[in-house]
């Protein structure tokens, strides 16, 4: 079963043309990691599968991008929802933190939804479990190496309880030990079944633990 299916996929900035007639199956429940040189259109795609490039002054998309069977464009799919769905890692946590503690960030988006107290509680335990943050709850995320931050950022994406998980880059601002702290976050969800598209430039990564390599080059 696939996640994603894009078919005939063309992205604009104005005058741009920066995806050129995309086809791809995205398989459901393993990794398929983009690689590629810098300014291909990797992360561009990436935001096309739950519509971050929406909020790009002057980006247009044609074909379908399907989620699920579902044309997340055509069929008016509610963002919302379908960032809900579809869950997110950026480059920088540090852009992103914005809680007192670990808690309060991974319990933020639940608290938006306005879910109850008690499933606020076990979706927040459940996710800080699954990146090994537990024990740090309770500390300031100013307080924590560039590692931990990036596995509290995978902890609030998977407090939302997604069915895909997009990474851009989780890895490119850390040192060689955080970034084995962020991968082995990653192996241990692809074990559990998680769809993930990932962004990388880790080429030992995309060798040993993803299911499908994709390569891209001008779009």
Not at 149 to 161: E, F, G, Y
Request: with cysteine; glycine share 6%; aromatic share 6%.
């Amino acid at each position: 079963m696939n996640k994603f299916e894009v078919r005939n996929m063309d992205l604009y900035y104005g005058s741009f043309h920066a995806l050129k007639n995309i086809n791809i199956d995205i398989p459901e429940k393993e990794i398929t990691a983009f690689i590629g040189p810098s300014g291909c259109g990797k992360s561009t795609f990436l935001k096309s599968l739950n519509r971050m490039n929406d909020l790009v002054e002057g980006c247009r998309i044609s074909g379908d991008i399907k989620l699920d069977g579902v044309d997340i464009y055509k069929d008016k799919m509610d963002v919302n929802v379908l960032r809900k769905r579809v869950g997110m890692v950026f480059q920088n946590p540090d852009n992103q933190m914005v809680a007192a503690n670990v808690e309060e960030e991974v319990a933020f988006g639940p608290e938006n939804l306005g879910m109850e107290s008690d499933t606020i509680v076990a979706r927040v335990k459940q996710a800080l479990e699954q990146v090994r943050m537990w024990k740090r709850r309770k500390t300031a995320p100013n307080h924590l190496s560039g590692g931990q931050k990036q596995r509290v950022a995978i902890a609030r994406s998977l407090a939302m309880q997604p069915k895909a998980m997009l990474f851009d880059e989780p890895t490119s601002a850390l040192d060689p030990e955080m970034i084995n702290e962020v991968l082995e976050v990653m192996v241990r969800l692809a074990q559990q079944g998680m769809t993930m598209v990932v962004v990388t430039h880790e080429m030992a990564f995309a060798r040993d633990v993803s299911s499908h390599v994709v390569y891209m080059a001008d779009g």
